[in-house]
């Protein structure tokens, strides 16, 4: 009987982080405002986190961001804009290889990383986003992009 719950708990779990490894569900337009906010302030804890060389929780940091891009990206792939489904891809790699680093202790690449992925997301929000004029430091999908 012990045998049977260990085996259940195993399952469960390797369920539980199958579905994790594919995101978060982005399908409407609040869900992704929802996703940009959690990379957002997941984002803005990591240069303290740094700073103290807690590069575990930098990781999971990542990890968290990385969900929330694949939502992004299937956002998009759904809504038939390939431009920008290709925009999150690239986050995605570039949020992979800080991953890496973080979990390699290289802080050089990590630093190399965040600034790669600072430039993506830059170059998806010149695109597709602009400031959200109800809510200072906060951007929206453009008008007409969907």
């Not at 405002?33 to 740094?50: C, G, Q």
Request: hydrophobic letters at 45%; glycine letters at 6%.
């Amino acid at each position: 009987m012990k045998k049977c719950r260990v085996w259940t708990f195993v399952m469960a779990t390797a369920w539980a982080g199958a579905l994790a490894a594919q995101g978060v569900k982005v399908t409407t337009v609040e869900d992704h405002d929802k996703a940009m906010k959690t990379i957002s302030s997941n984002a803005r804890a990591v240069p303290k986190l740094l700073e103290s060389g807690a590069l575990g929780e930098v990781k999971n940091r990542y990890v968290a961001i990385r969900e929330q891009f694949v939502g992004v990206e299937g956002f998009w792939a759904a809504h038939e804009n390939d431009d920008a489904a290709m925009l999150a891809r690239n986050a995605i790699a570039k949020v992979d290889a800080i991953i890496k680093a973080a979990e390699a202790s290289d802080r050089p690449a990590i630093d190399a990383g965040i600034k790669e992925l600072v430039s993506a997301c830059a170059a998806c929000h010149t695109k597709y986003r602009e400031p959200d004029p109800t809510t200072p430091n906060s951007f929206v999908i453009k008008k007409g992009v969907l």
